[in-house]
């Protein structure tokens, strides 16, 4: 179902884990600030909502959508950090950039993630206009951050899942 068809800040919050003591990392790009600035707004806001705390949030910079999968890596190698969210935006523009730049992130956190074993969440949008952009990040499609965090906050509950599991089990 694409964005335009659904909002992307209806979620089920259904069985969702506490995170209280989860430690949150939000790496944002600085370009396009006018959407990521929201982007991270309701990605800190859904955290809060759903039980994290302020100091359980920290928050990196970096100058580009591009520089996400390093930025995310790099706090993802912290052991104080839970799940790394990674929240951007790249316009379609009259170039090809956003096809090199899109395929680049999403394959890069996708790296992290799996290199880590923590949750790495892409929260880029890949819109064709600013517009879009701005429909996507708090608009009338809802707010891509606030499914970025929701996400990462379900992976944090799937992770605790398989680990209760796994206790269970070892002997």
Do not use: C
């Not at 600085?30 to 100091?55: D, K």
């Not at 992290?112 to 952009?133: D, M, R």
């Amino acid at each position: 179902m694409s964005s335009a068809d659904k909002n992307l800040s209806v979620f089920n919050t259904e069985g969702l884990p506490d995170i209280s003591s989860k430690k949150f990392a939000i790496v944002v790009a600085e370009w396009n600030s006018e959407v990521t600035e929201r982007l991270f707004e309701g990605a800190y806001q859904t955290l809060l909502t759903y039980g994290s705390t302020p100091e359980n949030i920290e928050r990196g910079n970096v100058p580009g959508s591009f520089e996400l999968t390093l930025g995310a890596q790099w706090f993802a190698e912290r052991r104080d950090i839970d799940a790394v969210i990674a929240l951007g935006v790249v316009i379609q523009g009259e170039t090809k950039h956003n096809d090199y730049i899109n395929h680049a992130v999403a394959q890069g956190i996708t790296n992290v993630s799996l290199k880590s074993g923590k949750p790495i969440i892409f929260g880029v949008l890949t819109p064709n206009t600013l517009e879009q952009a701005l429909d996507r990040a708090g608009g009338v499609h809802g707010n891509k951050g606030d499914e970025a965090a929701m996400t990462a906050i379900k992976m944090l509950g799937l992770w605790h899942q398989i680990a209760v599991a796994q206790t269970r089990f070892s002997i």
